[in-house]
Antibody, heavy 115, light 108 residues
Framework: QVQLQESGPGLVKPSGTLSLTCAVS?????????WTWVRQPPGMGLEWIGE???????NYNPSLKSRVTMSLDKSNNQFSLNLNSVTAADTAIYYC????????WGQGTLVTVSS | EVVLTQSPGTLSLSPGERATLSCRAS???????LAWFQQRPGQAPRLLIF???NRATGIPDRFSGSGSGTDFSLTISRLEPEDFAVYYC?????????FGQGTKVEIK
């Protein structure tokens, strides 16, 4: 059973960089899957952020593409998300997941952007 | 980008009733790669249906999906108390892999 666990700061200052890591257990991050980030602002719907494949292929949501970076860390079986120049609109629960069809989700981590 | 529009925004029904949720795509969904998720308060989404009509492992048979091209639906044949939640469709055939805005199924 694949399990995913997000970690990172719960509070980020405006104009700063949001950095999250997703640790994967029960499966290899080098397997043929797209490792995915999804976010959900409080009380709102799901927004797909992007995905990274073990070969290095990456797809981003066009609305976030200028601010997002994703990467894989195969030695530690984890992947990461960086989102720069954050504002209050980036406050959300951030989920990591295994895609593109998402059978497995992390529990989610709330990141608040505030000074 | 494939835009998914779900309707209605909210569905008010009683336990035991039938629920029908709609998801319409702005263009044909590649490979019929359309999924439905259920999200209960405070929880991560849970996969219900993939490939428009295939139930995921452990999903009760009161949940069924149908559709192709641009029009898809999720039906819950008889609502159980635990089914009152928010439901999202997602297309995963092309990138960006977009979600609909959600339909809330609430107790009437």
């Amino acid at each position: 059973q694949v399990q995913l666990q997000e970690s990172g700061p719960g509070l980020v200052k405006p104009s700063g960089t949001l950095s999250l890591t997703c640790a994967v257990s029960g499966g290899s991050i080098s397997s043929n899957n797209w490792w995915t980030w999804v976010r959900q602002p409080p009380g709102m719907g799901l927004e797909w952020i992007g995905e990274v494949y073990p070969t290095g292929l990456i797809n981003y949501n066009p609305s976030l593409k200028s601010r997002v970076t994703m990467s894989l860390d195969k030695s530690n079986n984890q992947f990461s998300l960086n989102l720069n120049s954050v504002t209050a609109a980036d406050t959300a629960i951030y989920y990591c997941a295994r895609g593109p069809l998402i059978h497995y989700w992390g529990q989610g981590t709330l990141v608040t952007v505030s000074s | 980008e494939v835009v998914l529009t779900q309707s209605p925004g909210t569905l008010s029904l009683s336990p035991g009733e039938r629920a029908t949720l709609s998801c319409r795509a702005s263009q044909s969904v590649y490979g019929t790669y359309l999924a439905w998720f259920q999200q209960r308060p405070g929880q991560a989404p849970r996969l219900l249906i993939f490939g428009a009509s295939n139930r995921a492992t452990g999903i009760p048979d009161r949940f069924s999906g149908s559709g192709s091209g641009t029009d898809f639906s999720l039906t819950i044949s008889r609502l159980e108390p635990e089914d009152f939640a928010v439901y999202y469709c997602q297309q995963y055939g092309t990138s960006p892999r977009t979600f609909g805005q959600g339909t809330k199924v609430e107790i009437k």
